[in-house]
T-cell receptor
């Protein structure tokens, strides 16, 4: 079945460091790919998405490119801030209404 | 426009009791999705409901769990005779009527209900 695998956390970075959170997927169809963020004590918020190969999703300085050849959707940010500390979830949908989530990666950013 | 509202935020139940989790979708949204997040895991789909209809319940445990979304009022996820393994965060999401291209229909999530079974 469809699945999402993302790097285990926690990831601890200093402020202004470069961030990469790896995400790979397995899907039988042509999925849309998403990154969600969960701040402490809150629900999930959609961070960015890409709906077809080579699309780049971007928001708040975060970017991810849909790579069909490597079935990946890695999340990157050039300079993280303390306020970026959260749990990040990679997810996919293949045309239905069910979203398949990865296990989440916790990010800590130190001042 | 208020977001998806879930209550209670935290719920403690003893083994064998019933848990009722409520979800009020965003205004204008007629579709509700329930997910469960076990500790240190991602969200797992449980059930998808439209007003008065269950569309897909393939992720629901076969026993003790049920969900409804009545014509009036919030969606309810009900867990009967809770066990310690039911302890988790339960998230609700809502969306408007999905477009023809469902991939571009965004679902908005609530803050979740954290159920603890003692």
């Amino acid at each position: 079945g469809d699945s999402v695998t993302q790097m285990e956390g926690p990831v601890t970075l200093s402020e202004e460091a470069f961030l990469t959170i790896n995400c790979t997927y397995t899907a039988t169809g042509y999925p849309s790919l998403f990154w969600y963020v969960q701040y402490p004590g809150e629900g999930l918020q959609l961070l960015l998405k890409a709906t077809k190969a080579d699309d780049k999703g971007s928001n708040k300085g975060f970017e991810a490119t849909y790579r069909k050849e490597t079935t990946s959707f890695h999340l990157e940010k050039g300079s993280v801030q303390v306020s970026d500390s959260a749990v990040y979830f990679c997810a996919l949908r293949t045309g239905g209404f069910k979203t398949i989530f990865g296990a989440g990666t916790r990010l800590f950013v130190k001042a | 426009n208020a977001g998806v509202m879930q209550n209670p935020r935290h719920l403690v139940r003893r083994r064998g009791q019933e848990a009722r989790l409520r979800c009020s979708p965003m205004k204008g949204h007629s579709h509700v999705y329930w997910y469960r997040q076990l500790p240190e895991e991602g969200l797992k789909f449980m059930v998808y409901l439209q007003k008065e209809n269950i569309i897909d319940e393939s992720g629901m445990p076969k026993e003790r769990f049920s969900a409804e979304f009545p014509k009036e009022g919030p969606s309810i996820l009900r867990i009967q005779q809770v066990v310690r393994g039911d302890s988790a965060a339960y998230f609700c999401a809502s969306s408007p009527l999905p477009k023809v291209d469902m991939l571009n229909t965004e679902a908005f999530f609530g803050q979740g209900t954290r159920l603890t079974v003692v």
